[in-house]
C-alpha cells in the first residue's frame, strides 16, 4: 500500500501510509472496545432498571471471569501483531495492539453473555416458552426448551449436594498434594481433579437419568403425546401480537442490524 502511495506522491502522501499502516489497527482497536463496553454498560442499566439482584450479577460475573481471563492472557501468546512493541521475551511480543484485542476479546464474552441473561433474568420462563410457542415454535420444541431453563439450576443443585457428600466422605477435590503430602506440578492436578469429578459426574448422571424418567412418565400419564384425530391443542389465553409488540420487535431488528453493520465498518 505505501509503495504504491510513493508511486504518486513520494511526499506527504507516503507519509500518511506510513502513520496509517502503525495507527489505524489500535485506533479501531479502541473503537471497538469503546463500542462494546458501551453495550456492557447499557446492559447492566437494563438489569439495574428492572430490579435484578445484584448477587444474580455477581453470579454471572463469577461463571464468565475464568473464560474473561484466560481469553485475555492467551490472546497475546497466539497473535504476535503489533508495531508498538512494550515487551518482548523470545518469541513472546507483547505490543499496544495485541494487548488492545485482548481486552476487546474479553469484553466480547460479558456483551454477550449478560445479552443472553438479560432474557432469563427479566422475563418469566413460562411466558418466554409461551411467547415462542404462539409465534410457530413446535409445542414438543417448546416443552424441551422449558425443561431445560427448568432442571439447569435442578442439576446444579444436585452437583453440589452430591460434591460435598463425597468431600464428606474424604473426597480430595483439589488435587493439590499426593498421598505422601507433596506440591504436584498443574498438569498432574488438573489431570487428578479431573479424575476426582469423575465419581461426582456418574453420580449426578445415573440421578438425572431417574429424574428424566420420572418426568417422562408424569408427561405421557398427562397426555403429551396423545393425538385424536388431528384435533389441535387449546390455551386458556391465547397471545396475539399488537402494535406496540410489533413496533418494539422492529425497533429490535434495526438495532441489532445497525450494532452488525457497525461492528464490520469498525472492523
Known amino acids: 500500500m505505501i509503495r504504491n502511495i510513493e508511486k504518486f506522491d513520494p511526499g506527504g502522501s507516503a507519509a500518511f501510509g506510513r502513520w496509517a499502516e502503525k495507527n489505524i489497527h489500535t485506533r479501531v482497536g479502541a473503537q471497538l472496545a469503546t463500542f462494546i463496553l458501551g453495550i456492557l454498560i447499557l446492559e447492566h442499566v437494563m438489569l439495574a432498571t428492572d430490579r435484578v439482584p445484584a448477587e444474580r450479577i455477581g453470579w454471572v460475573w463469577k461463571i464468565l471471569a475464568v473464560l474473561i481471563v484466560f481469553i485475555v492472557v492467551l490472546w497475546p501468546v497466539f497473535d504476535q501483531s503489533g508495531t508498538h512493541v512494550l515487551w ?69 443443585s444436585i452437583f453440589q449436594s452430591v460434591s460435598e457428600a463425597q468431600r464428606a466422605r474424604g473426597l480430595d477435590l483439589s488435587g493439590k498434594v499426593n498421598a505422601a503430602g507433596k506440591k504436584r506440578n498443574i498438569f498432574v492436578r488438573l489431570v487428578d481433579r479431573f479424575k476426582s469429578y469423575l465419581p461426582i459426574i456418574i453420580a449426578v448422571l445415573i440421578r438425572a437419568y431417574k429424574m428424566s424418567q420420572s418426568v417422562g412418565w408424569a408427561m405421557e400419564s398427562r397426555g403429551l403425546n396423545l393425538n385424536r384425530n388431528g384435533v389441535k391443542r387449546t390455551y386458556r389465553v391465547n397471545l396475539t401480537m399488537s402494535i406496540a409488540d410489533w413496533i418494539i420487535l422492529v425497533i429490535a431488528i434495526a438495532a441489532a442490524a445497525g450494532s452488525v453493520w457497525l461492528m464490520t465498518w469498525l472492523s
Open 88 to 156: 518482548q521475551w523470545g518469541w513472546l511480543r507483547l505490543t499496544q495492539e495485541n494487548l488492545l484485542m485482548a481486552a476487546v476479546m474479553g469484553l466480547r464474552i460479558p456483551a454477550l453473555g449478560f445479552a443472553c441473561f438479560i432474557t432469563l433474568f427479566t422475563t418469566s420462563q413460562t411466558k418466554l416458552v409461551r411467547g415462542l410457542t404462539s409465534l410457530g415454535m413446535p409445542y414438543k420444541a417448546g416443552l424441551t426448551l422449558a425443561t431445560a431453563l427448568r432442571y439447569i439450576p435442578v442439576f446444579f
